[in-house]
């Protein structure tokens, strides 16, 4: 599997695959998955194993604020 617009990879695991797009995540969920190949210049990754499922999700990281905190 290759994909394409990735800006880093947060997890890569045997049963799941975290990478990171532009405010979005996709997680890739199977069995023997490796990445083979990434590219951050390039903003591509291989994944070769058996794939599952491929979701995507919005990216809710938020950062600490002493602004937000009190609002």
Do not use: C, W
């Not at 979005?24 to 903003?43: C, D, Y």
């Amino acid at each position: 599997m290759s994909l394409t617009g990735i800006k880093k990879v947060r997890t890569a695991e045997p049963h799941q695959v975290v990478a990171q797009l532009d405010g979005t995540l996709v997680i890739i969920t199977g069995q023997n998955l490796s990445v083979q190949n990434l590219s951050i210049a390039n903003e591509t990754l291989d994944i070769a194993g058996t794939v599952n499922s491929i979701r995507y999700t919005q990216n809710h990281t938020r950062k600490f604020s002493i602004k937000n905190m009190f609002k």
